[in-house]
């Protein structure tokens, strides 16, 4: 969660520095200045720029498993295994199923869920508290509680359907059903975060562009449409990289609900990297596999800042 | 005409109040089932209706079947760890970029920046690496490590540093203040909004992360609450006592939850300052 905030602090940015008077009163200290950075400075090398560097090698050998095992170099072979591994292409598969079919809705209703609530009525604030209040739990404990509404049979999702006279399906059971009980899991988790940040987005649309569109005659779908989504094209940026990012870096609720099963059907590719490395020790497998995420994150990284830039000077 | 000005806002607001339901079900669920009595019966586990005279039993084979007091502490060191030192290294490098001119600034800004891209999640594997070669392979302080250095903090306190007039620091500076000073008595605590804000954005994500403590952690006595639930969660799927389960996951959701209903407008703010503000 650290993380995603930041993005926005570069598009929403409002001017922060309001004309910095330049005093200087003594000599720069560039020495001061680096030591101050040296602790950061330190942490970043060790486990973001390392870690990049390492994994890159680290896919270039193999080390097998257990006493005695001598590292190799391979070339591409890992990467050669690991594509030709239907686990992995399932897995890469699966994640933009999963990826398109949380996106979507979770964006969709966060906008909503912030157009119903942007005023500040008592009735609003109870009900924006309800709908943040999942993204603040752990995704492990919405998992545990997931894993009796799934139940089939005295679950509570079948209880209340049952009650409807639906019968539903086995919900984490079935290979064609269980990604989606993962997708509308991970929606009502993550749609309440993005909300807060449409509201905001809200406060930031201008009323008299509001009233100049209903002067005009614009009813409430075109003040949406032509006023409202343009204005907030920065806010709905982030929160589409901050959400594709979720997609590739969350998977305690596959851990804990599914361990990517049945057949495969819920892998996604942080718990194939994560089951190469910590149950199959295939640490050449794990890497690869890494490097390959790790492209997708900055693709969906320098993609999205494009994006943003692109739509910050729309607005500009 | 006055009856559709109120029709359409009643059923708004009517949808508004289903759909809260629906999302608040999970929770009052789990309120409800773990106070349930094991003999009101399982086929109507699922009923959200607090039918029963309401007992403690489920958190007390919780507690017998899981070292929740042991979780805690555990998770407390490790949130209360990261906190302390980013605390320190982002007041730091905020007040670096906010205050000093260096040649590179703006290179070694971009420097933080890419940690915002590259999240230690998507990294486990390397970095546990790392953690072996520091010895720090199980061990809490090997939970901790990866987060020490926080982008996000810097900027914030970049951000927030910029915000404060320097009157203030040159006033303390004629008075012969080192910088040291000025930043412990002057910048800080006007900077303490974004302190705040940094703080609960940073205990909600570790108080909650799960792959890489499983990653670092094997020894059971350094299991965090995440990862104690999930072996709980195992045990009591086995078992099938979902009231226990029930129990289980209020008490590692409990503490945040309290906390937030306690100050809930600071973390409403506290999210969205750090979304808008930066």
Excluded: C
């Amino acid at each position: 969660m650290t993380v995603d905030a930041i993005i926005t602090a570069d598009v929403l940015d409002v001017p922060s520095s309001p004309a910095q008077t330049v005093h200087r009163r003594r000599p720069p200290s560039w020495g001061l200045a680096y030591a101050l950075l040296l602790p950061s400075l330190l942490g970043l090398a060790a486990f973001t720029y390392l870690p990049v560097l390492r994994v890159a090698i680290d896919s270039l050998y193999v080390t097998p498993h257990g006493a005695g095992g001598v590292t190799r170099f391979v070339g591409l072979e890992n990467f050669a295994r690991v594509l030709g591994d239907p686990a992995f292409r399932q897995a890469a598969l699966n994640n933009l199923v999963y990826a398109a079919g949380t996106v979507a809705p979770s964006v969709v209703l966060a906008l909503a869920f912030a157009l119903a609530v942007r005023r500040s009525t008592r009735f609003n604030a109870v009900v924006r508290t309800i709908l943040f209040f999942p993204s603040l739990v752990p995704l492990v404990a919405a998992a545990s509680l997931f894993f009796f509404i799934f139940l089939p049979g005295v679950g509570l999702l079948d209880y209340y359907l049952a009650k409807l006279g639906v019968s539903g399906p086995n919900w984490i059971g079935n290979t064609d059903v269980a990604l989606w009980s993962i997708v509308g899991l991970t929606v009502w988790k993550n749609a309440g975060y993005y909300m807060l940040f449409y509201i905001a987005g809200l406060q930031n649309v201008p009323r008299d562009h509001i009233e100049a569109a209903t002067v005009d005659g614009a009813n409430a779908v075109q003040r949406l449409w032509y006023v409202i989504l343009p204005a907030l094209r920065p806010t709905t940026a982030f929160v589409v990289t901050i959400a594709l990012i979720h997609m590739l870096t969350a998977v305690d609720h596959v851990v804990v609900l599914t361990k990517g099963g049945p057949s495969n059907a819920t892998n996604l590719l942080l718990f194939y990297i994560f089951q190469e490395a910590h149950e199959n020790f295939d640490t050449g497998k794990a890497a690869a596999a890494t490097v390959i995420s790790v492209a997708a994150l900055l693709v969906v990284s320098l993609g999205s800042l494009r994006g943003m830039e692109a739509g910050s000077r729309r607005e500009a | 005409m006055r009856l559709d000005r109120h029709v359409g806002p009643a059923l708004i607001a009517a949808a508004v109040a289903t759909i809260a339901f629906v999302w608040a079900t999970p929770f009052l669920w789990t309120l409800v089932a773990a106070f349930r009595p094991e003999s009101a019966g399982s086929a109507d586990m699922a009923s959200l209706l607090p039918d029963f005279t309401p007992t403690l039993a489920n958190f007390r084979l919780a507690f017998e079947s899981g070292d929740f007091g042991l979780y805690y502490v555990n998770t407390i060191i490790v949130v209360v760890g990261v906190l302390g030192v980013q605390l320190v290294t982002i007041s730091l490098a905020g007040y670096a970029f906010a205050r000093l001119e260096f040649p590179g600034r703006d290179v070694l800004f971009y420097v933080f920046l890419v940690q915002l891209m590259l999240v230690p999640s998507a990294l486990i594997v390397p970095n546990l690496r790392t953690t072996v070669d520091l010895g720090l392979y199980d061990t809490l302080a090997g939970v901790m490590a990866p987060y020490f250095a926080s982008a996000f903090g810097t900027f914030l306190m970049r951000q927030t540093f910029r915000g404060i007039p320097r009157d203030f620091e040159e006033a303390a500076a004629i008075d012969g203040a080192p910088w040291w000073a000025i930043v412990w008595h002057v910048l800080l605590p006007m900077a303490r909004p974004g302190l705040i804000a940094f703080a609960i954005v940073s205990v909600t994500a570790h108080w909650n992360e799960f792959l890489w403590p499983l990653m670092v952690i094997n020894d059971p006595a350094n299991h965090t609450l995440t990862i104690g639930l999930a072996t709980f969660t195992k045990g009591a799927e086995g078992a099938k006592e979902w009231g226990v389960l029930a129990a289980g996951t209020l008490l590692v959701m409990a503490p945040l939850a309290i906390v937030f209903v306690a100050f809930q407008r600071r973390f409403v703010e506290s999210f969205v300052f750090s979304g808008i503000k930066g």
